[in-house]
């Protein structure tokens, strides 16, 4: 039983007795702006409702899944009629089927897919299944993505470890640490060079086609085709992290919004419809590799569970109405418009980037260009994010507790309630 009674204060006394930090996972904790993190009691549409009932346009959005906002009517029901039909039973399901043909039917790389229960699984399966594939060890990553927290990815991996200015990762081998190079984003020069002196030994290079962990950074011209042309050439696989971009940027995902076609694609987030879920897929002859039909042992008891499933169909069914993204992105770029309308009035010379319903604010003083990659986004000034960060608080906006994150808007973020968004930015910056 909750016990409404205990202050937020008590309570989080208690939470950091119990849980490391107080928190499930770390990029929740309030440490970089201080003070104490906002207790969340319900979602509904665009808000978020605290313990004490204050109403906050969240665009936190659980960091990517909540596309339609918080607690739809039509994934809930799903989910509630789901349920009471019971929710995993160690065994092969319709839903599995339904969902895995949804998948493939808007993202034609994904010929076959397994599910798993988060991003971070679906990555380290994806390496996992490179590596057997290949019979190579090495991977390429790019500084400043995440690729969720398997050992292998955990190297310059963007915004929550850099929230924290944790250099590396306490309990990563140093070998298995070894086996991942990292390579700036958007440097072909620099990716050619490896690819020159290792690509014989590499079994995959893992990106984000769009980089949405450390802030957002879009691919230059010609980045992921150079990826494309390089893994082809020296026989590495291609895997594309859709974890966030999957479904947020359209039905195809940022590979159709690029027209690069990688040999394995990861996801998570949205087509969980806000329940815990990740999936991997990709070319027909390396998904065979995995068992029971191959030598590459993947499982998962709760994988492929009916809740997950159902939420996921029903969300994937929505996001097909027509004109779901055009109209989102319109309502996205309108606001971030206003925002960089308001940050001008009051002086404030930060870059605005937003692609689909994707938003970051990066707040460098004097900033003439988007930023390009890691070490340009750490340029930002993360003193005058706090006083920021703090004030949306207070006027009812809640952005996640780091310059180094998005913001994602949803379908419930209806323009009137992105304009008293833009009202709150307002307050927030005259402080
Ligand atoms: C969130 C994320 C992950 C990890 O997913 P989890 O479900 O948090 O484990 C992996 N890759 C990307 C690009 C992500 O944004």
């Known amino acids: 039983m909750q016990n409404t009674s205990m202050s937020d204060r008590d309570l989080f006394l208690q939470a950091q007795n119990l849980l490391p930090g107080g928190v499930n996972s770390p990029v929740r904790a309030y440490g970089s702006v201080g003070g104490d993190p906002v207790f969340i009691q319900s979602g509904h549409g665009a808000y978020v409702l605290d313990r004490q009932g204050r109403r906050y346009i969240d665009f936190v959005c659980s960091y990517g899944p909540h596309i339609l906002g918080h607690s739809p009517e039509n994934i809930t029901r799903v989910i509630a009629e789901t349920a009471a039909q019971g929710t995993c039973f160690g065994a092969a399901t319709e839903l599995e089927v339904r969902m895995a043909e949804k998948v493939s039917s808007h993202v034609p790389s994904v010929e076959m897919m397994r599910f798993v229960n988060s991003g971070t699984e679906a990555t380290m399966s994806a390496l996992r299944v490179a590596r057997g594939f290949t019979g190579r060890t090495l991977m390429v990553k790019f500084a400043g993505c995440y690729h969720g927290h398997g050992d292998a990815f955990l190297s310059e991996a963007g915004s929550g470890v850099a929230t924290l200015g944790i250099p590396g990762c306490a309990g990563v081998p140093e070998g298995v640490a070894r086996d991942t190079i990292t390579v700036p984003y958007n440097n072909i020069e620099a990716f050619t060079d490896v690819m020159r002196v290792h690509g014989a030994n590499i079994a995959a290079v893992f990106v984000e086609p769009i980089a949405c962990n450390m802030g957002m950074v879009l691919p230059a011209d010609g980045f992921l085709q150079t990826l494309r042309k390089l893994c082809d050439q020296h026989g590495a696989l291609l895997v594309f992290d859709e974890v966030i971009t999957g479904f947020r940027v359209g039905l195809g995902g940022a590979q159709a919004m690029f027209d690069v076609r990688p040999d394995l694609t990861t996801f998570g987030k949205i087509i969980g419809g806000g329940l815990p879920v990740g999936a991997y897929g990709g070319r027909r002859d390396i998904m065979n590799m995995i068992a029971p039909i191959g030598p590459v042992y993947q499982a998962g008891t709760l994988s492929g569970n009916s809740l997950a499933m159902a939420a996921g169909l029903a969300m994937l069914e929505t996001l097909e109405t027509p004109d779901f993204y055009p109209t989102l992105e319109a309502r996205t770029a309108r606001f971030c418009n206003k925002l960089r309308a308001v940050l001008a009035q009051h002086g404030r010379t930060w870059w605005i980037s937003q692609c689909a319903s994707i938003f970051h604010l990066w707040p460098k003083n004097n900033a003439t260009h988007a930023p390009a990659n890691y070490t340009e986004i750490k340029q930002a000034d993360a003193h005058a994010f706090t006083p920021l960060f703090l004030g949306l608080l207070k ?32 307050k927030a910056l005259e402080t």
């Open 395 to 426: 006027h009812g906006v809640m952005i996640a507790p780091s310059a180094f994150e998005v913001g994602f808007v949803s379908n419930a973020h209806i323009d009137a309630i992105l304009d008293e968004a833009i009202q709150a930015f307002a």
